[in-house]
């Protein structure tokens, strides 16, 4: 099947049920897989081929292909339900729309009887503004009246709200407030003064979440752009300064600035739980970490194939490792990716770098990671084996070593460097 010109493949032994409904102005297909709540939606769709599409499905796949029907009526009070990755809006016990637990960033108890759910706006989208900006839900608000016994097996069980509970809920399924799998490092009773409260930092491979004793919040590294080490009044703290964008909300409050406030004399000792030279566990592809000495080692080497990738802007100024490929950060998801990964689809290894691969390097490394599992589990054209790195200390300090090893650094501008 075609999916926005990019064909789906799905195994036929993994097809575990098939739905028919209409939707908008044309039917949609639901294909759901066996062992996973996943599933591959198609739609365009007429009325004519709802016959024939169930007999090829019965024929070839030996599943019954069965017509959903959604709610009409228009109605802004109903039911929920939990199927899968789902959160299900149920009127008359048909279903009126869902929403992919996934999506949502957090939630909160907005009153005693409304809880209101945020969500994350995707990545293909922030570089897409005016008219070409499609619409996102950013923000749901229930109304959740009654109580609930916390315990439905216990008769004499605690009574909680009907909304404690659905926030409780969406919590644990949308791996809010519980997440799945162990966390890097946890930072405890970390003083924050926006948005003010002390939060148990809990860092993840993809994201960080901040724990606290009302509010939970859940940031996903790619939505940081600026990091700041900012001095107190007092002089005797100091603030890190985390800009998002998109901003965390609570409510009709954002927050695009989370403000930690840390005291100058206090050390810390934190034993991180990840492998010191594999950045990420939870991809196909996962990137690693190279050094300066040996990315230039490997640069030297007679025979190896290797592409650097530059992600700079502005900054490229001033020198850069000899023969990189300069992809801005800032264009990377407007077309970049995609060029690079079809320039580099016959290249074994890339390394990728920033100024200081703290932030820009990273992600474009991750992005390109991704979008190239992304295209291998469609069925498309990607490399069959990648290696991707991130150059440890970006070229500050590749520079700092080699500016003056001319088969290494080209281009090198002293006077740009000296401040």
Known sequence: ALEGGKTINVTASEIKWADWTRVARNYQLKIGLKDTWKKETFEGFTH???????DLIKQHFDVNMDVKEISWRGWNWGSTDVRGTDLVFLVGNKPAFEIPLPT???????????????????????NKTGKNAPDELMELRLYIPGTQQKDDDDENGEEISAAQMFHETIKEKAD???????????FHEVLVSTPRGR???????NFLRLHGKTYDYKVPYNT??????????????????????PPIRQGQTRYPFLVLVFNRDDNMTAELNIDERQDTANQTTPFFATYPDELAALLRTPGVKLAVVDVRDDDYEGGHIRGCIHSPSATFLDGGVERLREQLKETPMVVFHCALS?????????????????????GGDAPVSQDIYVLRGGFGEFQALYKNE??????????????
């Open 48 to 54: 004519a081929d709802q016959d024939s599409l169930g």
């Open 104 to 126: 949502v960033a957090n939630s909160n108890i907005a009153g005693k009887t409304e809880v209101s759910l945020e969500f994350i706006q995707p990545d293909s989208n922030a």
């Open 176 to 186: 809010i407030g519980q997440v799945s799998g162990e966390s890097i490092v946890i």
């Open 199 to 205: 939060y148990d930092i809990h860092m993840f491979p």
């Open 224 to 245: 940081i752009a600026r990091l700041f080490l900012l001095p107190r009044a007092d002089e005797q703290n100091i603030s890190l300064v985390i800009n998002l964008d």
């Open 358 to 378: 703290q932030v820009r390097g990273p992600k474009a490394a991750r992005i390109y990671a991704e979008t190239i599992d992304e295209i291998r589990r469609k």
């Open 406 to 419: 001319k088969d290494l650094v080209e281009e090198y501008d002293a006077a740009f460097w000296d401040y």
